[in-house]
DNA sequence: GTCTATAGGGAGATAGAC
DNA sequence: GTCTATCTCCCTATAGAC
């Protein structure tokens, strides 16, 4: 793999690991094996590179999540799958982690793609909502994008509880009870 | 107020906005207006100092919330009442932030008093929803646990993403969708 | 109790050689 | 493109005087 390349998939995982704040161009320069010089010839500095690998997350992310919005089935069958996707619960959430970032919320151009990954993602929940909506099974008192916040805010949320309690099963308790509250629930 | 008064107090806020690896000793001898010898007589460092800070923040958090569930109403209403009070909501929460701080979480005197706030509150949440299920305003199908998870999760993330949306829009979007969705809405 | 001095180490970046 | 040397500043803490 290219210098470059290495540099940012490093940058993605000790951004998730530690943070902005948390994380040193040397740490990085470490997990990339790649020199000093080597870094700063290619990126102009620390910034520039952990927006690179925000910018990063943020599709994988997108492209991830709408493997299952796509998929076959009804509206609750679709959000479930999100939920219930496969994760690595205690590690967190990539993106949201950086919301915890006083340096990464401070700086537009680094909040900016944390900002429009969440805006796509409650955009694109509202949407499948607005399905269930259409095809008579969701009521009408359902509000599609108030739904989707609240779908988007129980998988951060699990995250958060999950890594206080060094345990999936908070984030596995929420995501079940969210999925049982929802209208047309398959059980 | 006396020294020690001051640390804890300046360190709870400086936690609150920069998270433990942002938070710098002499950060928080200047929001303390304490010197240096006088930060190191009272505690033995940075760590200690935070625990105590983080404790308080817990005790603090507790008590705020048992105010809403130990009032009049139903178990809906208390709930509600718990989702819309007021908060300040794009600072974040002060406890859930420490869980993306990768120092708190692997200390365990520093992750305790986190990991035993919101196990309280998830414990204190299922209690009032088992007193719905009591009072027959929820159906046998809810299961307490779960609910509480859910709802704890829904504050945490609604934070997560009114952060990154640098406004409380997302945080309220996501309560009234829970609240919405709850069995015995008032609405 | 509080102050100042001191110290080893890392953060973040620049400069110029190769 | 990559390497090494160098630089300034801050982090966290200790020591000992007052």
């Known amino acids: ?52 690998a925000i910018a990063r997350s943020g599709v994988e992310l997108r492209a991830a999540a709408e493997e299952q919005f796509a998929g076959p089935g009804t509206a609750t069958e679709r959000i479930t799958r999100y939920l219930e996707r496969d994760r690595d619960v205690v590690r967190g959430c990539r993106i949201g982690r950086l919301t915890a970032d ?21 955009g694109r ?24 916040a609240t779908i988007a805010a129980v998988l951060q949320g699990g995250y958060v509880l999950a890594q206080a309690a060094d345990s999936p099963e908070p984030f596995e308790l929420a995501v079940r009870g969210l999925v049982n509250l929802l209208p047309g629930d398959a059980e």
């Not at 080597?38 to 102009?44: E, L, N």
């Open 102 to 122: 006083p340096d990464v919320m401070a700086d537009p151009e680094l909040r900016s793609p944390v900002d429009e990954t969440f805006r796509w993602l409650r």
């Open 1 to 52: 793999m290219e210098t470059v390349e290495r540099l940012i998939r490093s940058t993605q995982e000790l951004l998730w690991e530690r943070g902005y704040v948390g994380t040193s161009p040397k740490a990085i320069q470490r997990a990339a094996d790649a020199g000093q010089g080597s870094m700063y010839h290619h990126f102009s500095g620390k910034a520039q590179l952990a927006k690179a």
């Open 125 to 148: 929940l509202a949407e499948v909502v607005a399905e269930g909506k259409r095809a008579g099974e969701y009521p009408a008192t359902i509000d599609p994008e108030q739904t989707a």
